[in-house]
Each structure stands twice: as C-alpha cells, then as structure tokens.
C-alpha cells in the first residue's frame, strides 16, 4: 500500500487545480470537464496527485487536513506569489506563528512555513498537518498503512516516505472531535500487489479504523475512516 492522493472538493475543480499547480510546480495529468488531477513529483522521493473533485457547495466546517507550503527563506516571496496566483490572507486565531495563513481561491486554509530543519528536503509542499484525538495512536496507524517513518518535528509526531523526501504527514492534536460532516479534503491509499482488501479491510478494524457506507453505489474503491474519524479512501491494486 502506499499513499497516491491528496482530494480535495471544489466547487470549481478547473479553477482551484490550476491555482495549487502553479502554486506546488505540480504537472497537470488531466483536462476532464469534471473534474482535475495534477502530480507533485518530488526529485529522489514520492510521486503525490493532487485530484479536485466537484462539490455542489462548499464545505462550512473547518478542515482537519490542510496544505503548507515550503518558505524557508524565501517565505515573504512564496506569500507574494500565492496572494497573485488568487490566494488571499486569513484569520483563524493565530497570533505570533512564525508563518503565514492564507486561503486558496475557495477558502481553504494554508500556511506558507518558515525555515525548518524538517523541511530540507520536503520539495515544495511541507507538510500535510492532520486533525488527530491520539497523535502516537493514529501516526501508528497511518504508518502501517502508507509505509511512511517516524520523523521528529519540533514536538509533532509525524511520518515521512522512507526515502527521507517529500512532506511531512503531521498528526496535529485536535481542538474539537471530528464533525459528521464528510471533510473537504481526504487522502486516497493505493493498493499494491499482493495486498488483499480484506484483509486490508480487517487491518483497519484491527487499529481501531471502520469502513463507511456512504450510499454511493458500486465504486471500485472503498471509504474508511481512521481512530479520529478522518475519511480516507483504498483504491484497487492497477
């Protein structure tokens, strides 16, 4: 198994895309009207598609998964060109961070990071911050199914791909459970080969995830949700 997606809803899939294309130096890998995918290959590590789905209407709850941008030194310049690209500066509290919060064009949070030890080697996008009730309960979790490592960052507990290259996936301590409400962004799991779905299914259960039935009808993929209620889909083997 392996990690293969970031998706993120849009009420604009063409717009939002072509925004976080520019913004990540992603390959675009798709022009269908319905929706639109894009690739951030990281030199030496992780191949991560960025893939935007339409939604009817935007999502009013506050994410659990989020984008960071590298900054490091050039952080003042990497906010310059995201607020031209659409982006625009948000308020969620923060006061005193060393980095900066901003909005893509459909409101959804990100951070432009400052120099970190942690992110030398990340490429272009940092982090993956992720809403958790139990970080070192759900780091295990999501080690086990993405194959990532424990990495040490200033106190979160994270996980990075064994190559020591690409984001960071950063298990952040919740301010509040996990909403009903199905999250704007999720990430997708790829099966390999000689990775069987039930028993990949019956691992879940076994960390303390559960499957979803969300009335979607016959889909080749399935949803889960992992010990913090984060959606999360594993896709077929190709």
């Known amino acids: 198994m392996y990690l293969e997606n970031v998706v993120v809803d849009a009420v604009d899939p063409w717009r939002l895309g072509r925004f976080w294309e520019a913004a990540l130096g992603c390959e675009q890998l798709t ?10 290959a990281v030199e030496g590590g992780p191949e ?13 709850e506050q ?40 909005a893509d064009p459909e409101g959804n949070p990100l951070c432009v990071m400052e120099e970190r030890t942690s992110y030398a080697a990340t490429g272009p996008l940092a982090a993956l911050p992720l809403d958790s009730a139990a970080p070192a309960r759900d780091a295990e979790f999501w080690a086990w199914l993405t194959g990532w490592h424990d990495v040490t960052d200033g106190g979160l507990r994270s996980l990075r791909h064994p190559s020591g290259r690409g984001p960071l996936l950063e298990l952040c301590p919740e301010r509040a459970p996990k909403p009903a409400a199905k999250n ?43 010990p913090s209620g984060n959606e999360f889909c594993v896709l077929p083997g190709r």
Not at 192 to 219: K, N, T, Y
């Open 184 to 226: 704007r962004l999720h990430l997708d799991i790829r099966l390999e080969s000689g990775d069987r779905a039930e028993e990949v299914a019956a691992g879940i259960a076994a960390r303390g995830g559960r499957e979803l039935h969300l009335g979607f009808g016959d889909l080749p993929w399935r949803h889960y949700a992992d």
């Open 31 to 40: 022009d269908s009207p319905g929706g639109y995918e894009t690739r951030l």
């Open 63 to 102: 994410p659990r998964l989020h984008l960071d941008v590298q900054g490091g030194e050039r952080q003042a310049e990497v906010v310059e060109r995201l607020l031209g690209l659409g982006a625009r500066h948000l308020d969620i509290g923060q006061r005193g961070v060393p980095w900066v919060v901003l």
């Open 48 to 60: 991560l598609d960025l893939c935007f789905q339409p939604v009817a209407a935007p999502s009013t």
